[in-house]
C-alpha cells in the first residue's frame, strides 16, 4: 500500500488517497476526468494513514479526498522523498523551502511563472529558503552532506516539482501556456 499526493494540473487542487499502486489509480481518475493530473508524490502506508493526513489538513480541505495544496501539505509532499527526508533531517530549514514552495499562491485560470517563484524575481523566492542551507553557498561546511551539488539538486527537484507548472508566462518553462 502507498499513499498518493496527485495534483490536478494548472490548479493548487491535490488529492490525497491510498492505492497498491498509485500509478494505476492516477490512470483511472484520469479516465474519467476532462482535466489531466500529475503524481507528485507517493509515500508508505494506507487507510490510516491516509486519514490521518485528511484529518492534519483539514483547514485545507476542498472535497472528499481533494485538497488545497498549502505549506504543511508542500512538507508532506517534500517528505515522501527519502533522499529530501535523510537532508531535512541533517537541517529542519529545509522544511521552510518546501513550506514556501506548496504556500505559493497562484491564482487559477491566470498566468503563472514557476522560474519567477523559485527565483524570486518579483521579492523572495523559494531558492531564498534554501540556497543558505544546502549546496555550495551554504557557509557551514560541518554537514558534508549538505555541501555538495548533489544535495543541492535533490532539494531543488523536490521542491521545484511542489511548484505549480507553468502556464502562460511566456518563459522558457512554459511558452506555450500549456505546462
Known sequence: ?????????????????????????????????????????????????????????????????????????????????????????????????????????HEEGRPFCAAAEWYGWKGSGVKDHVTAFVGWLRKDKSVPELCGVEAYDIVYDVLSSILPGCRGCNCLGGLDGDE
Open 1 to 105: 500500500m502507498a499513499i498518493y499526493f496527485i495534483r490536478q494540473k494548472g490548479t493548487n487542487l491535490v488529492k490525497i488517497g491510498w492505492a497498491k499502486d498509485p500509478v494505476a489509480r492516477m490512470a483511472t481518475l484520469q479516465t474519467g476526468s476532462p482535466h489531466e493530473f500529475e503524481l507528485m508524490a507517493v509515500g508508505e502506508g494506507g487507510a490510516k494513514e491516509e486519514h490521518a493526513l485528511h484529518r492534519r489538513f483539514a483547514d485545507d480541505h476542498v472535497r472528499g479526498e481533494w485538497f488545497r495544496m498549502s505549506g504543511e501539505i508542500g512538507v508532506a509532499v517534500a517528505l515522501c522523498n527519502p533522499a529530501f527526508a535523510r537532508l531535512a533531517a541533517l537541517e529542519p530549514r529545509l522544511l521552510d523551502g518546501a513550506r514556501a514552495a506548496g504556500g505559493v499562491d
